[in-house]
């Protein structure tokens, strides 16, 4: 199991706002504005790379006026730039954020291997996860871990695969089973937790040869301070270091075993 620093090089400023999946026809105008994101985003971070391990970066603003903790579920938004930058091999760590901000930004750069957080909560399965089975064996570790309180949540998630898994297909359905930690949107119905109240996410990857289709998942969730510094971008005033970069963790984190 591993775990990355989150990307804190210089970022590319969006020319097109960032925006999530669209399930109309090709030729809807948003569908034409989803191409249109992820095409220029990813001219953005074209031209010579490090080779090795890397790790990418999305911060996503949004309007003052909007609830940061209501939808926007930001492993929305990094599954479908990780996708479309999938040519270029070893994505290892992806963070997202969302913040009040009137800019989005993008960074990538070499992974630099971390500490893991404090408390981790481990899962283990073989499922597909397309299945149900899958989200089942998922909830079931984390079945007794206390509720997170009201309020923003920081969500790293550390995966270890087998070379026939693709990691960024696990996202969603894992972070569907964690209703005890996030709580249910729905108390009546599983698979829909809280999820828009992660403002910051982290999830990373470790290739084992060994393994077949076995998926560990390593789990580390934790409350955000309102208070806490905000995320730092570029041609602001200076900041503080999020609470998210410091290890080890800070002790608001709750133990999930």
């Known amino acids: ?17 960032p ?22 985003t990813k001219s953005l971070l074209a031209g010579p790379y490090t080779e090795g391990p890397w790790a990418l970066r999305l911060d996503v603003d949004l309007p003052a006026g909007r609830d940061l903790l209501d939808m926007a579920d930001l492993d929305n938004y990094a599954y479908l730039l990780a996708w479309h930058l999938r040519d270029r091999p070893d994505l290892v760590s992806v963070w997202c954020t969302k ?25 283990r399965t073989t499922a597909s996860s397309s299945s149900v089975a899958y989200k089942q064996q998922i909830h079931a570790a984390v079945a007794g871990a206390q509720q997170l309180p009201e309020g923003a949540v920081r969500l790293e998630l550390s995966f270890t695969v087998g070379p ?16 005890p930690i996030l709580g249910r949107t729905y108390s009546n119905r ?20 060994t393994f077949g289709y076995e998926v560990v998942v390593g789990i580390a969730a934790a409350s955000v301070n309102p208070a806490a510094e905000v995320v730092e971008q570029p041609g602001t005033r200076p900041q503080r270091p999020s609470a998210a970069m410091r290890r080890p963790a800070p002790p608001d984190i709750r133990r999930l075993s």
């Not at 199991?1 to 706002?17: C, D, S, Y």
């Not at 026939?164 to 209703?179: E, M, V, Y």
């Open 99 to 123: 913040q009040h901000s009137e800019r989005s930004f993008v960074r990538i750069e070499a992974a630099s291997e971390t500490a893991a957080p404090a408390d981790v909560l481990v899962a």
């Open 1 to 17: 199991m591993r775990w990355f620093i989150r990307p804190e090089n210089t970022a590319h400023q969006l020319r097109v706002a």
């Open 190 to 209: 599983a698979w829909h937790p809280r999820d828009g109240r992660i403002t910051e996410l982290g999830m990373h990857v470790a290739v084992d040869p």
């Open 164 to 179: 026939r898994r693709n990691w960024l297909n696990l996202w969603k359905q894992t972070i569907d089973s964690l209703d």
């Open 19 to 40: 925006r999530l999946a669209s399930w109309d026809k090709a030729d809807h105008p948003d569908q034409v504005r989803l191409r249109e994101y992820l095409d220029d």
